[in-house]
């Protein structure tokens, strides 16, 4: 069964994560992309709304568009490649008390050092599944950075029910991806 | 041929939102075959899921639509110049409507116009046949399992890879565990041994254009791909990484010649959202019959 939850997550509860977990997320998202972690990084500060405070930050560029009542309504959101993250996502991790990142392929070691540090997991989802996401997607609360960055990059705040991703990074240093590439690794030596 | 503009947006819109029904059973049997109760099953059960709901709600299947691919075969005296006029157009028009995301950018001032159309995008690849009939296949190439290809210049000191089978399989195998779940696995390998560097990528995605059931005629390559396949499988990589029974559903394999001081392997990487489909059209350009 997965571990279910809820935003914002106490540092206690990320802590007792473990690689290999399963999870649901119910709560608030933030994406954010590859625009909003450069501008982050250079010290850049984020809208009065948005507080990412033991909250969750969503890799994802999602394809939304307006109803005809004129609410957003999101059509496509899965996860987009978190490794170009990588050489800003720590700093943000500590500078905003961040408890988890939600993408796919894993990020490298700046990243599990900085989630060893605080207290925060990486969470993968599920590549390419932009129509199962998108259900777990309960309603539009806000999008922030709109016509700076574009749609596609910038934070839309996400209400969710139970989204679902796993633990593939987690606060004790250990990594799915590592583990994976090192055994997967043994097993070709065998075999050439 | 005026029944042409609405055929193709058909096209693209049945590519975009459907998966060919190879590719379905092979996801299906992969499903089957994981372990159950482990993250890799319930990996592939929202991957299945989100192949039924992308279908029945007609949205694409992933949200990076891809490069758009045409692979053309047509008679003699067939205007190719009108074709690609009107599939440009035929691309416009789905991105407008949703069926291809707004995912073409300029590379030199960065700017995305949202039409899909621009400078190499679409791409056509034009082959006349000796028959009356004009086949239209389309493939939407994601980014993410684009990035995971991989060409490598035998001989390889460093994966003792030599210009031979055997070498082939080493680099091969080692493009699948360098790109472990990166390409949103299990993916399908499409590889040209040979060629130079331009026509082996671009004989490796030819390879996408056939049936993961089908057999390579060639004996050499057929037991290289059942080779390839079976061990891959076995190296424990799984749906996106997270280590599992099925890394790969296919490999497809084809071979040109090259100039004797080259020999590359070129591999292109297919993610799981295999999108591709193909139509035959009559002479007013409406669609015949659809392709396996
Ligand atoms: S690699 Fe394929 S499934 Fe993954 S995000 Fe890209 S297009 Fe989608």
Known sequence: M????????????????????????TGTLFTGRDAVHKYLAKGGALP?????????????????????AGRWKVVAAGPTTSAREEPYQGDILRRFGVRGVIGKGGMGARTLAACQEVGAVYLHAIGGAAQVLAEHIKSVRGVYFFEEFGSPEAIWEFEVE?????????????????????????????RL | MNGLPASLL?????????????????????????????????????IQKNIELAKQK???????????????????????????????????LATRKGYLRQNSVDSITGKNDGTNVGPG?????????????????????????????AQYSLP???????RDLDGCRKVILDAVLQAQGKGCGPGVLGVCIGGDRATGYELSKTQFLRRLDDRNPIPELDQLEQDILNTANELGIGPMGFGGRTTLLGVKICAANRVPASYFVSISYMCWAYRRMGVTLDAEGRIANWLG
């Open chain 2, 10 to 46: 058909e096209l693209i819109r049945r590519t975009s939102a459907e998966i060919p029904d190879d590719v379905q059973r092979a996801i299906l049997a992969a499903l089957e075959k994981e372990k159950k109760n482990t993250i890799a099953e319930d990996a592939f059960k929202i």
């Open chain 2, 156 to 162: 390889s000191e460093k994966l003792h890879a030599e």
């Open chain 2, 58 to 92: 007609s949205q694409p299947i992933c949200q990076d639509t891809g490069s758009v691919l045409f692979y053309v075969d047509c008679p003699p005296g067939f205007d190719q110049i009108g074709f690609a006029e009107t599939a440009r157009e035929a691309v416009t």
């Open chain 2, 121 to 149: 995008a679409p791409t056509f690849h034009f082959h006349q046949h000796r028959a009356p009939a004009v086949q239209v296949r389309l493939i939407l190439k994601g980014g993410g399992c684009e990035n995971v290809g």
């Open chain 1, 2 to 25: 997965p571990t279910l939850l809820t935003t914002p997550v106490s540092e206690a509860q990320i802590r007792a994560l473990k690689v290999g977990e399963a999870v649901e997320i």
């Open chain 1, 162 to 190: 139970r989204f679902p991703a796993v633990v593939t990074m987690d606060a004790h240093g250990g990594s799915l991806h590592r583990e994976v590439f090192e055994a997967s690794q043994a097993e070709l030596l065998k």
């Open chain 1, 48 to 68: 009065p709304a948005v507080n990412l405070r033991d909250g969750i930050i969503y890799h994802c560029g999602p394809v939304v568009i307006k109803d005809d």
